[in-house]
């Protein structure tokens, strides 16, 4: 090959190893197709392919959360859950504390433990524009996610609604940060 090919060459293999291969691209039309009918889990999974653009489809957070929610109200837990997300961080979207509070909810009755957190978390702290502070809701949701031994590194963010949370409660989420090494107390 020529020096004055060799531009176009790496071009092309650029190219080619950024792209789908075949078999990936076939997947990805037959999960797309999955949504099309209907299918709550790959409406979930198409959902999140358009949020971050992967699966050889454009990045599209407007059609994402379209696809979300039609699997979140289907009970599609993954779903409820990603859509709270895209509400709660504003992806795509304006933030919604009150819309991702709903979803967030449906998801944490199903067990999902990140839900569950951030639900506490939502009705715990007061800048959260439309979520109204309930400590007994709380509580009650800091309990479920510390059961299910689930939570990320907290840091001090707990240390500002201590007095606010009944001692038990508090106590047993602590607990269970200690005994993960998640943070000193």
């Not at 979207?93 to 839900?115: E, I, N, V």
């Not at 963010?157 to 989420?173: G, M, N, Y």
Request: hydrophobic share 45%.
């Amino acid at each position: 090959m020529s020096r004055a090919g060799f531009p176009a060459a790496l071009a092309v293999a650029l190219i080619a190893l950024s792209s789908p291969c075949a078999a990936e691209r076939s997947g990805c039309l037959t999960l797309q197709r999955g949504a099309e009918a209907g299918d709550p889990a790959r409406e979930t999974l198409y959902a999140a392919a358009l949020q971050r653009g992967t699966c050889g489809f454009k990045t599209d957070k407007p059609a994402a959360a379209t696809w979300y929610r039609k699997a979140a109200e289907q009970g599609e837990m993954r779903a409820q859950a990603a859509l709270a997300e895209m509400y709660f961080d504003g992806d795509g979207m304006p933030s919604d504390y009150p819309a991702a509070k709903k979803w967030y909810l449906k998801a944490a009755r199903q067990g999902d433990g990140p839900s569950q957190l951030r639900l506490a978390f939502l009705y715990a702290e007061n800048h959260f524009k439309g979520v109204h502070v309930d400590y007994a809701e709380a509580e009650k949701w800091f309990i479920k996610a510390a059961a299910q031994d689930f939570g990320p590194i907290l840091g001090d963010r707990l240390l500002p609604i201590r007095p606010l949370l009944r001692k038990e409660a508090f106590a047993s989420f602590a607990a269970w940060q200690k005994s993960s090494n998640r943070i000193d107390y």
